[in-house]
């Protein structure tokens, strides 16, 4: 089956640093992905679309410039949260949408997920 | 922005019961899936119903879809103590918001042995 990873699995840093997200399709490309972010007991939000080779999609309310996102590859995105504060502490999850146009499965396959704390 | 409702918001039943989650929507969908979410983890995918279907099964699940009453519902037989996990479904648009999914705010499923 598609395999979705996300490094870290959790990751602590302080107030001001910047942390980067790694998601990665293993097993098979994505032009399309998906970040995600969940608070505890709370459903996903969805906040950007982030397309192979071109700018991410941004969510109304969600901050481009606070969450860079970068899709490289097909197999590849990234989401850094720069300038990090406590208020950003969550649970960010990415997803994968196998290549192949429309006509292909709509599926999405979700990583594990990366817990973030921001002291 | 949430477009699902989902009730129950929890449900607790014994092992062997059945367990139905409902999801309710309000914009025409191009297809609307079920995942389930262990505490902590990833989304794991369910099924996929597609607006021109009206049931589908998967094993010990039954998905009913209902496009006039923006409605669907997700069946877990026989629950087993493992089947213990939030609950979500997910609408998808098509047009410009093709493959965007819209969350539900999710049931939580609590089987006991």
């Known amino acids: 089956g598609a395999v979705v990873s996300q490094h870290p699995s959790w990751v602590i840093c302080k107030s001001g640093t910047s942390v980067k997200i790694e998601c990665r399709s293993l097993?098979?490309?994505?032009?399309?992905m998906f970040w995600y972010r969940q608070f505890p007991k709370q459903s996903l939000m969805l906040m950007a679309t982030?397309?192979?080779?071109?700018?991410?999609?941004?969510e109304q309310g969600v901050e481009k410039d606070k969450f860079l996102i970068n899709h490289a590859s097909l197999t590849l995105s990234t989401l850094t949260v720069t300038s990090a504060h406590p208020e950003d502490s969550s649970f960010y999850i990415c997803s994968a949408r196998l290549a192949g146009g429309r006509g292909s499965t709509d599926t999405q396959y979700f990583g594990p997920g990366t817990r973030l704390t921001v002291l | 922005s949430q477009q699902g409702e989902e009730d129950p918001q929890a449900l607790s039943i014994q092992e062997g019961e059945n367990a139905t989650m409902n999801c309710s929507y309000k914009?025409?969908?191009?297809?609307l899936q079920w995942y389930r979410q262990n505490s902590g983890r990833g989304l794991v995918h369910l099924i996929l119903i597609r607006s021109n279907e009206r049931e589908k099964h998967s094993g010990r699940l039954r998905v009913t879809l209902d496009t006039s009453k923006k409605s669907s519902s997700l069946l877990i037989t026989a629950s087993r103590a493992a089947d213990t996990a939030s609950y979500f479904c997910?609408?998808?648009?098509?047009?410009?918001?093709?493959?965007?999914?819209?969350f539900g705010q999710g049931t939580i499923l609590t089987v006991h042995p």
């Open positions: 982030s397309n192979e080779g071109s700018k991410a999609t941004y």
């Open positions: 997910a609408t998808a648009a098509g047009g410009t918001s093709y493959g965007k999914l819209t």
């Open positions: 914009t025409s969908i191009n297809n």
């Open positions: 097993d098979f490309q994505a032009t399309t």
